[in-house]
T-cell receptor
Framework: KAGVTQTPRYLIKTRGQQVTLSCSPI?????VSWYQQTPGQGLQFLFE???????NKGNFPGRFSGRQFSNSRSEMNVSTLELGDSALYLC?????????????FGDGTRLSIL | AQSVTQLGSHVSVSEGALVLLRCNYS??????LFWYVQYPNQGLQLLLK??????LVKGINGFEAEFKKSETSFHLTKPSAHMSDAAEYFC???????????FGAGTRLFVKA
């Protein structure tokens, strides 16, 4: 069974640009969550999607957005990139997103802002 | 709101020694608790989870954790450390209907030969 796939693995952008990251969940998983991981802030929850609907979001500015498609694949977009957006972005999936289910993580996309 | 505190950002043990990684949680409703491990350049992998069944939970790779409601703790232990256990460990909490998992800051485990 294929795991969670995130593309690309590495990305370099400059300030002011925008970026789109992709996540393909495990087959049969309909919940996708996104996290930002930095050395200073640790793992910060961005948002969670289920059946194309955002059910929860973290405390991030509106520059961070996401969406989910009918096949459960998800994308997140960051506009007007800032140096502080440099981070490892992790995607995680679970079957229904119920809180007692563990999450299955991808290996992440490492975003560097120059 | 829920929160997780991991005591000690770095823990160093000798190979064969006991591993103890500390986690305390805060939640106004019964929590679900998890431990994850992250190896360099990889995502997180589930070690074990507590979902209100047995308070002593056994996970993969010889790890276990005990849920203690009176102490609001969920410490992770392993009787004998192995070099391959060197990684970063995250404690996490979620609650029913939240659709959101809160992670602790992580504890990096070093294992000395």
């Amino acid at each position: 069974k294929a795991g969670v796939t995130q593309t690309p693995r590495y990305l370099i952008k400059t300030r002011g640009q925008q970026v789109t990251l992709s996540c393909s969940p495990i087959s049969g998983h309909r919940s996708v969550s996104w996290y930002q991981q930095t050395p200073g802030q640790g793992l910060q929850f961005l948002f969670e999607y289920f059946s194309e609907t955002q059910r929860n979001k973290g405390n991030f500015p509106g520059r961070f957005s996401g969406r989910q498609f009918s096949n459960s694949r998800s994308e997140m977009n960051v506009s007007t990139l800032e140096l502080g957006d440099s981070a490892l972005y992790l995607c995680a999936s679970s079957r229904t997103g119920d809180s007692n289910q563990p999450q299955h993580f991808g290996d992440g996309t490492r975003l560097s802002i120059l | 709101a829920q929160s997780v505190t991991q005591l000690g950002s770095h823990v160093s043990v000798s190979e064969g020694a006991l591993v103890l990684l500390r986690c305390n949680y805060s939640s106004s409703v019964p929590p679900y608790l998890f431990w994850y491990v992250q190896y360099p350049n990889q995502g997180l992998q589930l070690l074990l989870k507590y979902t209100s069944a047995a308070t002593l939970v056994k996970g993969i790779n010889g790890f276990e954790a005990e849920f203690k409601k009176s102490e609001t703790s969920f410490h992770l232990t392993k009787p004998s450390a192995h070099m391959s256990d060197a990684a970063e460990y995250f404690c996490a909490v979620s609650v029913a209907g939240g659709f959101k998992t809160i992670f602790g800051a992580g504890t990096r485990l070093f294992v000395k030969a």
